[in-house]
């Protein structure tokens, strides 16, 4: 069956005050309740912020680390779960599900391999 990657896109900047925070992981929780007993849950897991990230470049055999993210934007993926889904509407319909609990938009990509 197939993987799917939802990334979660979450903007920079300090998280919501713990009164907005905690209903939004409350319903989440849900979410991954739900995914869990309905079998498609596979993993998923929170990020450490973005200036926390290295970028590593590999050139004519010379390595280059620079401090990250890859990419300055005003977003950041900040965290993901991975599904086996039959097919991508489903797999839409799970990331619906989640959007909904965070509020926050979904990227819903299927795994090679």
């Given at each position: 069956?197939p ?25 989440l929780?849900a979410v991954?309740?739900?995914m869990?007993e309905?079998?498609?849950w ?13 970028v ?8 280059l680390?620079?401090d ?22 489903t ?9 909904e ?13």
């Amino acid at each position: 069956m197939p993987h799917y990657l939802l990334s979660i896109y979450q903007p920079d900047g300090d998280p919501p005050p713990p009164e907005i925070l905690e209903p939004i992981m409350r319903d989440l929780e849900a979410v991954n309740t739900e995914m869990r007993e309905a079998g498609v849950w596979v993993f998923a897991a929170g990020l450490t912020a973005p200036d926390t990230a290295s970028v590593v470049r590999a050139k004519g055999g010379d390595m280059l680390v620079t401090d990250g993210p890859y990419v300055e934007g005003k977003e950041h993926i900040g965290g993901f779960t991975v599904i086996r889904s039959s097919d991508r509407e489903t797999a839409l319909g799970w990331a619906r599900k989640v959007a909904e609990a965070i509020t926050l938009p979904i990227e819903v990509r299927e795994l090679h391999g």
